[in-house]
């Protein structure tokens, strides 16, 4: 897995989205704003999801098949 690359192009995405969040910017900012929240709040529950979530499920089902004697 690569972890780093991973966490640096969420970040920056996250890190773009921050003026959109804030409702920095001339135009329609305040119907913007609510969009760039949902956003960051998506890119930050996936990559959790992606990096530990997910493992941490495969992991035990794996697991449990080989304790029972099955191969996935």
């Known amino acids: 897995m690569k972890l780093k690359a991973i966490l640096m192009s ?3 995405i996250i890190l773009g989205m921050v003026p959109m969040a ?3 910017g ?3 900012a305040e119907i ?3 969009m760039g929240v949902v956003i960051i709040g998506g890119i930050i529950s996936s990559t959790v999801l992606t990096l530990w979530f997910i493992p941490a499920i495969e992991y035990l089902v ?3 098949s ?3 004697g099955r191969t996935i």
């Open 62 to 64: 794996s697991r449990r």
């Open 22 to 24: 804030m409702g920095i």
């Open 32 to 34: 913007r704003q609510p």
């Open 26 to 28: 001339a135009s329609l």
């Open 10 to 12: 969420n970040i920056a």
């Open 66 to 68: 080989r304790l029972e």
